[in-house]
Protein backbone atom coordinates (compact mmCIF):
# COMPACT_ATOMS: atom_id res chain seq x y z
CA UNK A 1 0.00 0.00 0.00
CA UNK A 2 2.09 3.16 -1.21
CA UNK A 3 1.53 6.65 0.20
CA UNK A 4 2.75 9.55 0.87
CA UNK A 5 1.74 10.05 4.06
CA UNK A 6 5.07 9.37 6.66
CA UNK A 7 4.31 9.83 10.06
CA UNK A 8 4.49 13.70 10.31
CA UNK A 9 2.13 14.14 7.70
CA UNK A 10 -0.47 11.85 9.41
CA UNK A 11 0.44 13.42 12.70
CA UNK A 12 0.01 17.03 11.27
CA UNK A 13 -3.36 16.26 9.37
CA UNK A 14 -5.16 15.02 12.57
CA UNK A 15 -3.66 17.58 14.85
CA UNK A 16 -5.16 19.99 12.48
CA UNK A 17 -8.44 18.02 12.08
CA UNK A 18 -9.19 17.96 15.73
CA UNK A 19 -8.39 21.80 16.19
CA UNK A 20 -10.79 22.32 13.62
CA UNK A 21 -13.52 20.79 15.50
CA UNK A 22 -12.72 22.14 18.11
CA UNK A 23 -12.71 25.23 16.87
CA UNK A 24 -16.32 24.55 15.13
CA UNK A 25 -18.04 22.86 17.95
CA UNK A 26 -16.76 26.50 19.96
CA UNK A 27 -17.73 28.75 18.11
CA UNK A 28 -20.20 27.67 16.12
CA UNK A 29 -22.19 26.98 19.01
CA UNK A 30 -21.38 30.06 20.90
CA UNK A 31 -24.19 31.25 22.99
CA UNK A 32 -26.30 27.87 22.71
CA UNK A 33 -28.63 26.56 20.12
CA UNK A 34 -29.61 29.30 17.96
CA UNK A 35 -31.17 29.06 14.31
CA UNK A 36 -27.91 29.58 12.06
CA UNK A 37 -28.67 32.65 9.62
CA UNK A 38 -27.13 32.31 6.12
CA UNK A 39 -24.73 34.64 6.63
CA UNK A 40 -23.60 32.72 9.21
CA UNK A 41 -23.41 29.59 7.46
CA UNK A 42 -22.04 31.28 4.42
CA UNK A 43 -18.72 32.57 6.18
CA UNK A 44 -18.57 29.17 7.67
CA UNK A 45 -18.83 27.57 4.78
CA UNK A 46 -15.78 30.00 2.92
CA UNK A 47 -13.45 29.36 5.94
CA UNK A 48 -14.11 25.50 5.67
CA UNK A 49 -13.69 25.58 1.94
CA UNK A 50 -10.42 28.06 2.29
CA UNK A 51 -8.93 25.46 4.72
CA UNK A 52 -9.49 22.93 2.16
CA UNK A 53 -7.28 24.84 -0.51
CA UNK A 54 -4.37 25.67 1.72
CA UNK A 55 -4.31 22.21 2.98
CA UNK A 56 -3.96 21.57 -0.69
CA UNK A 57 -1.57 24.12 -1.25
CA UNK A 58 0.82 22.98 1.52
CA UNK A 59 0.60 19.50 0.87
CA UNK A 60 1.65 20.69 -2.79
CA UNK A 61 4.36 22.59 -1.67
CA UNK A 62 5.82 19.87 0.51
CA UNK A 63 5.70 16.94 -1.79
CA UNK A 64 7.23 18.99 -4.51
CA UNK A 65 10.47 19.75 -2.15
CA UNK A 66 10.60 16.14 -1.30
CA UNK A 67 9.73 14.46 -4.54
CA UNK A 68 10.01 17.22 -7.32
CA UNK A 69 7.62 19.16 -9.52
CA UNK A 70 6.11 16.65 -11.47
CA UNK A 71 4.90 14.22 -8.33
CA UNK A 72 3.71 17.44 -6.52
CA UNK A 73 1.62 18.69 -9.55
CA UNK A 74 0.18 15.42 -9.30
CA UNK A 75 -0.82 14.77 -6.28
CA UNK A 76 -1.76 18.13 -5.60
CA UNK A 77 -4.35 17.28 -8.59
CA UNK A 78 -5.20 14.37 -7.07
CA UNK A 79 -6.61 16.16 -3.81
CA UNK A 80 -8.13 19.24 -5.43
CA UNK A 81 -10.48 16.94 -7.63
CA UNK A 82 -11.01 13.80 -5.15
CA UNK A 83 -12.01 16.89 -2.81
CA UNK A 84 -14.46 18.32 -5.90
CA UNK A 85 -15.87 14.57 -6.53
CA UNK A 86 -17.08 14.52 -2.47
CA UNK A 87 -17.87 18.06 -1.53
CA UNK A 88 -20.45 17.52 -4.48
CA UNK A 89 -21.68 13.89 -3.43
CA UNK A 90 -22.22 15.64 0.25
CA UNK A 91 -24.32 18.02 -1.47
CA UNK A 92 -26.83 14.23 -1.48
CA UNK A 93 -26.36 14.11 2.42
CA UNK A 94 -27.75 17.55 2.66
CA UNK A 95 -30.88 16.87 0.31
CA UNK A 96 -31.29 13.58 2.93
CA UNK A 97 -31.04 15.62 6.31
CA UNK A 98 -33.30 18.01 4.55
CA UNK A 99 -35.99 15.32 4.12
CA UNK A 100 -35.92 14.00 7.31
CA UNK A 101 -35.63 17.35 9.40
CA UNK A 102 -38.76 18.45 7.40
CA UNK A 103 -40.70 15.06 7.69
CA UNK A 104 -40.46 15.02 11.36
CA UNK A 105 -40.67 18.63 11.85
CA UNK A 106 -36.89 18.90 13.53
CA UNK A 107 -36.65 22.62 15.87
CA UNK A 108 -34.21 24.82 14.06
CA UNK A 109 -32.00 25.15 17.45
CA UNK A 110 -32.09 20.94 17.39
CA UNK A 111 -30.32 20.51 13.88
CA UNK A 112 -27.01 21.51 14.86
CA UNK A 113 -26.09 18.64 17.26
CA UNK A 114 -27.51 16.67 15.00
CA UNK A 115 -25.24 18.08 12.16
CA UNK A 116 -22.53 17.85 14.17
CA UNK A 117 -23.53 13.73 15.06
CA UNK A 118 -23.91 12.98 11.58
CA UNK A 119 -20.27 14.66 10.95
CA UNK A 120 -18.38 13.13 13.43
CA UNK A 121 -20.25 9.52 12.05
CA UNK A 122 -19.29 10.69 8.83
CA UNK A 123 -15.61 11.10 9.69
CA UNK A 124 -15.46 7.99 11.92
CA UNK A 125 -17.30 5.65 9.35
CA UNK A 126 -15.09 6.90 6.17
CA UNK A 127 -12.07 6.30 8.02
CA UNK A 128 -12.29 2.67 8.39
CA UNK A 129 -13.89 2.20 4.86
CA UNK A 130 -11.01 3.74 3.38
CA UNK A 131 -8.23 2.08 5.31
CA UNK A 132 -10.26 -1.15 4.68
CA UNK A 133 -10.68 -0.43 0.97
CA UNK A 134 -6.86 0.68 0.56
CA UNK A 135 -5.81 -2.75 1.57
CA UNK A 136 -7.93 -4.92 -0.35
CA UNK A 137 -6.71 -2.61 -3.25
CA UNK A 138 -3.24 -3.42 -2.48
CA UNK A 139 -3.85 -7.10 -2.35
CA UNK A 140 -6.82 -7.50 -5.14
CA UNK A 141 -6.21 -4.99 -8.10
CA UNK A 142 -9.60 -6.84 -9.66
CA UNK A 143 -11.55 -4.87 -6.66
CA UNK A 144 -10.82 -1.63 -9.01
CA UNK A 145 -13.79 -3.20 -11.28
CA UNK A 146 -16.08 -4.16 -8.59
CA UNK A 147 -16.24 -0.64 -7.40
CA UNK A 148 -16.22 0.87 -11.14
CA UNK A 149 -19.40 -1.28 -11.65
CA UNK A 150 -21.01 -0.47 -8.46
CA UNK A 151 -20.47 3.03 -9.17
CA UNK A 152 -21.95 2.68 -12.79
CA UNK A 153 -24.88 1.27 -11.27
CA UNK A 154 -25.32 3.51 -8.67
CA UNK A 155 -25.17 6.58 -10.93
CA UNK A 156 -27.78 5.12 -13.37
CA UNK A 157 -30.20 4.17 -9.86
CA UNK A 158 -29.37 7.84 -9.11
CA UNK A 159 -30.37 9.00 -12.40
CA UNK A 160 -33.81 7.27 -12.37
CA UNK A 161 -35.05 7.90 -9.22
CA UNK A 162 -33.83 11.83 -9.44
CA UNK A 163 -36.95 14.43 -9.29
CA UNK A 164 -39.02 11.54 -7.45
CA UNK A 165 -39.98 12.66 -3.66
CA UNK A 166 -38.73 9.67 -2.03
CA UNK A 167 -41.23 7.46 0.63
CA UNK A 168 -40.01 7.81 3.64
CA UNK A 169 -42.93 5.87 5.24
CA UNK A 170 -42.04 2.50 3.68
CA UNK A 171 -38.64 3.02 4.84
CA UNK A 172 -37.63 -0.61 6.75
CA UNK A 173 -35.64 0.69 9.59
CA UNK A 174 -38.60 3.51 10.41
CA UNK A 175 -41.10 0.67 9.96
CA UNK A 176 -39.26 -1.60 12.49
CA UNK A 177 -38.50 1.03 15.12
CA UNK A 178 -42.19 2.28 14.77
CA UNK A 179 -43.34 -1.31 15.78
CA UNK A 180 -40.69 -2.49 18.11
CA UNK A 181 -40.25 0.62 20.41
CA UNK A 182 -42.48 3.44 22.41
CA UNK A 183 -42.12 6.78 20.55
CA UNK A 184 -43.34 9.78 21.65
CA UNK A 185 -45.28 11.89 19.42
CA UNK A 186 -43.79 15.25 19.99
CA UNK A 187 -39.96 16.40 20.78
CA UNK A 188 -38.91 16.76 25.01
CA UNK A 189 -36.30 19.50 23.94
CA UNK A 190 -32.73 17.86 23.38
CA UNK A 191 -33.66 14.84 25.80
CA UNK A 192 -33.23 11.55 22.66
CA UNK A 193 -35.59 9.43 25.43
CA UNK A 194 -38.17 10.39 28.44
CA UNK A 195 -38.83 7.78 31.45
CA UNK A 196 -42.99 7.63 31.17
CA UNK A 197 -44.61 5.08 34.05
CA UNK A 198 -41.73 3.35 34.63
CA UNK A 199 -41.13 2.99 30.42
CA UNK A 200 -38.13 4.05 28.65
CA UNK A 201 -39.77 6.40 25.71
CA UNK A 202 -37.88 7.45 22.28
CA UNK A 203 -38.54 11.45 20.48
CA UNK A 204 -38.40 12.01 17.31
CA UNK A 205 -34.50 13.02 17.75
CA UNK A 206 -33.79 9.61 18.52
CA UNK A 207 -35.03 8.39 15.86
CA UNK A 208 -33.55 11.46 13.42
CA UNK A 209 -30.46 10.51 14.79
CA UNK A 210 -31.08 6.60 13.64
CA UNK A 211 -31.84 8.06 10.29
CA UNK A 212 -28.64 10.43 9.90
CA UNK A 213 -26.59 7.23 11.25
CA UNK A 214 -27.66 4.86 8.33
CA UNK A 215 -27.45 7.76 5.87
CA UNK A 216 -23.44 8.12 6.83
CA UNK A 217 -23.51 4.78 6.16
CA UNK A 218 -25.28 4.48 2.84
CA UNK A 219 -23.22 7.19 1.61
CA UNK A 220 -19.91 6.44 2.84
CA UNK A 221 -20.24 3.29 0.85
CA UNK A 222 -21.25 5.57 -2.11
CA UNK A 223 -18.52 8.01 -2.06
CA UNK A 224 -15.37 5.77 -1.00
CA UNK A 225 -15.37 3.75 -4.36
CA UNK A 226 -15.43 6.97 -6.70
CA UNK A 227 -12.21 8.40 -4.90
CA UNK A 228 -10.08 5.51 -5.54
CA UNK A 229 -11.27 6.13 -9.05
CA UNK A 230 -9.00 9.37 -8.47
CA UNK A 231 -5.70 8.07 -6.19
CA UNK A 232 -5.29 4.56 -4.31
CA UNK A 233 -3.29 6.79 -2.21
CA UNK A 234 -4.64 6.32 1.38
CA UNK A 235 -3.47 9.71 2.53
CA UNK A 236 -5.14 11.52 -0.17
CA UNK A 237 -8.24 9.64 0.10
CA UNK A 238 -8.59 10.14 4.03
CA UNK A 239 -7.56 13.82 3.72
CA UNK A 240 -9.58 14.78 0.73
CA UNK A 241 -12.98 12.99 2.31
CA UNK A 242 -12.17 14.67 6.09
CA UNK A 243 -12.02 18.44 4.41
CA UNK A 244 -15.36 17.28 1.89
CA UNK A 245 -17.72 16.42 5.06
CA UNK A 246 -15.87 19.03 8.09
CA UNK A 247 -18.24 21.77 5.70
CA UNK A 248 -21.41 19.41 5.51
CA UNK A 249 -22.93 21.32 8.55
CA UNK A 250 -21.96 25.17 7.65
CA UNK A 251 -23.11 23.96 4.25
CA UNK A 252 -26.06 22.30 5.04
CA UNK A 253 -27.10 25.78 6.60
CA UNK A 254 -26.30 27.15 3.31
CA UNK A 255 -28.38 24.92 0.96
CA UNK A 256 -31.48 24.38 3.50
CA UNK A 257 -33.18 27.20 2.05
CA UNK A 258 -31.86 26.96 -1.66
CA UNK A 259 -32.64 23.22 -2.34
CA UNK A 260 -35.61 23.53 -4.55
CA UNK A 261 -32.87 25.90 -6.85
CA UNK A 262 -30.79 23.41 -7.43
CA UNK A 263 -33.23 20.54 -8.51
CA UNK A 264 -31.41 19.58 -11.32
CA UNK A 265 -28.03 18.76 -9.45
CA UNK A 266 -29.39 15.42 -8.39
CA UNK A 267 -29.09 14.43 -12.61
CA UNK A 268 -25.59 15.75 -11.94
CA UNK A 269 -24.68 13.60 -9.26
CA UNK A 270 -25.41 10.96 -11.13
CA UNK A 271 -23.31 11.48 -13.81
CA UNK A 272 -20.53 12.31 -11.89
CA UNK A 273 -21.10 8.44 -10.57
CA UNK A 274 -21.11 7.16 -13.88
CA UNK A 275 -18.34 8.94 -15.37
CA UNK A 276 -16.07 7.46 -12.02
CA UNK A 277 -17.31 4.47 -12.73
CA UNK A 278 -16.42 4.53 -16.15
CA UNK A 279 -13.01 5.74 -15.55
CA UNK A 280 -12.22 2.71 -12.72
CA UNK A 281 -13.30 0.26 -15.87
CA UNK A 282 -11.35 1.49 -18.38
CA UNK A 283 -8.03 1.97 -16.17
CA UNK A 284 -6.40 -1.02 -17.73
CA UNK A 285 -7.09 0.28 -20.89
CA UNK A 286 -7.01 3.72 -20.30
CA UNK A 287 -5.88 5.70 -17.46
CA UNK A 288 -7.70 9.14 -17.94
CA UNK A 289 -5.13 11.44 -16.65
CA UNK A 290 -6.16 13.10 -13.34
CA UNK A 291 -6.75 17.10 -14.87
CA UNK A 292 -9.01 15.83 -17.48
CA UNK A 293 -10.93 13.95 -14.25
CA UNK A 294 -11.33 17.25 -12.64
CA UNK A 295 -12.43 19.14 -15.48
CA UNK A 296 -15.01 16.60 -16.44
CA UNK A 297 -16.68 16.24 -12.55
CA UNK A 298 -16.38 20.36 -12.46
CA UNK A 299 -17.74 20.65 -16.12
CA UNK A 300 -20.74 18.20 -15.10
CA UNK A 301 -21.56 19.59 -11.43
CA UNK A 302 -21.18 23.13 -12.80
CA UNK A 303 -23.88 22.55 -15.68
CA UNK A 304 -26.30 20.86 -13.29
CA UNK A 305 -26.42 24.05 -11.58
CA UNK A 306 -26.45 26.39 -14.27
CA UNK A 307 -29.07 24.72 -15.92
CA UNK A 308 -31.10 24.52 -12.35
CA UNK A 309 -31.05 27.93 -12.53
CA UNK A 310 -32.07 28.69 -15.85
CA UNK A 311 -34.62 26.03 -15.40
CA UNK A 312 -36.61 26.50 -12.45
CA UNK A 313 -38.10 23.61 -10.87
CA UNK A 314 -42.35 23.79 -11.94
CA UNK A 315 -44.19 25.28 -8.61
CA UNK A 316 -45.58 22.66 -5.95
CA UNK A 317 -48.89 23.00 -5.83
CA UNK A 318 -48.97 21.26 -2.57
CA UNK A 319 -46.28 20.94 0.23
CA UNK A 320 -46.16 18.01 2.66
CA UNK A 321 -45.76 19.50 6.06
CA UNK A 322 -43.26 18.16 8.66
CA UNK A 323 -45.32 16.48 11.71
CA UNK A 324 -43.22 15.37 15.21
CA UNK A 325 -45.35 12.31 15.06
CA UNK A 326 -43.56 9.18 14.01
Excluded: C
Aim: aromatic share 12%; no cysteine.
Amino acid sequence: MQTIGSPMLWGAFVAFVVVALLVDLVLMRHGGPHKVTFKEAAWWSVGWIGLALAFNAGLWWWVTQQSGAEIGNRIGLEFLTGYLVEKSLAVDNIFVFLMLFSYFAMPEEQRQRVLVIGVLGAIALRAILIFAGALLLAKFHWILYVFGVFLVVTGIKMLLAAGKAPDLDSNPLLKWMRSHLRLTDGYHGAAISIQRDGQRWYTPLFVVIVLIGVTDVIFAVDSIPAIFAITEDPFIVLTSNVFAVLGLRAMFFLLQGMADRFHLLPYGLALVLVFIGAKMLLIDVYKVPILVSLLGVAAIIGAAIALSLLRPAPAKSETKTGSTEV
